[in-house]
T-cell receptor, first 114, second 111 residues
Framework: DARVTQTPRDKVTEMGQEVTMRCQPI?????VFWYRQTMMQGLELLAY????????DSGMPKDRFSAEMPDATLATLKIQPSEPRDSAVYFC????????????FGDGTRLSIL | KNEVEQSPQNLTAQEGEFITINCSYS?????LHWLQQHPGGGIVSLFM???GKKKHGRLIATINIQEKHSSLHITASHPRDSAVYIC?????????????FGKGTKLSVKP
């Protein structure tokens, strides 16, 4: 079964460190989403790309977060510098681009900033 | 006020019971999703619907566009159905536009 792959699965680091999360979308999917899930806010959209171009990153704190798609098989989400309030589970999802198809989610990266 | 509201927030049921989870939304949508998140954290898309009703096994999802309301039903519930069920709506901006999520309903089915 094709699936979205996220790495790392878990990340614990100290405040101020740079964090990079990676996502490999399903081959052939042209839309990639980054979501954040916290106990307080639930799931929130951070950014999404179509055909590697950023379409909406309004949910992302611009001063410390950046999202890129260096190529069609890799999406990255970086936090620099990280803060304890960034602790959350970050999900990547990809979509085929065809109407009526669901988004496919990765297993998430559980991030803890100490 | 949240744009997507789910009820109940928590639900405990006995095995075999019929379960209903509700979702109301206040924005214009092109589709509504029901997602399942297991205790391990993985998220699976159960249904995507824009009208009427869909059925998959013991799961049934309905949507009333005029009333901006959707329900997820589980018949003959089983402990393995224990999970968080999340309603999400896709706004009308673009064909794969933003998903706005409800806070989820945590379901526990007791044997």
């Amino acid at each position: 079964d094709a699936r979205v792959t996220q790495t790392p699965r878990d990340k614990v680091t100290e405040m101020g460190q740079e964090v990079t999360m990676r996502c490999q979308p399903i081959l052939g999917h042209n839309t990639v989403f980054w979501y954040r899930q916290t106990m307080m806010q639930g799931l929130e959209l951070l950014a999404y790309f179509r055909n590697r171009a950023p379409l909406d990153d309004s949910g992302m704190p611009k001063d410390r977060f950046s999202a890129e798609m260096p190529d069609a098989t890799l999406a990255t989400l970086k936090i620099q510098p990280s803060e304890p309030r960034d602790s959350a589970v970050y999900f990547c999802a990809s979509h085929s681009g065809f109407a009526g198809q669901p988004q496919h989610f990765g297993d998430g990266t559980r991030l803890s900033i100490l | 006020k949240n744009e997507v509201e789910q009820s109940p927030q928590n639900l405990t049921a006995q095995e075999g019971e019929f379960i209903t989870i509700n979702c109301s939304y206040s924005v214009g949508i092109s589709a509504l999703h029901w997602l399942q998140q297991h205790p391990g954290g993985g998220i699976v898309s159960l249904f995507m619907l824009s009208s009427g009703k869909k059925k998959h096994g013991r799961l049934i999802a309905t949507i009333n566009i005029q009333e901006k309301h959707s329900s997820l039903h589980i018949t003959a519930s089983h402990p393995r159905d224990s999970a968080v069920y999340i309603c999400a709506v896709r706004t009308k901006e673009g064909s794969q536009g933003n998903l706005i999520f409800g806070k989820g309903t945590k379901l526990s089915v007791k044997p």
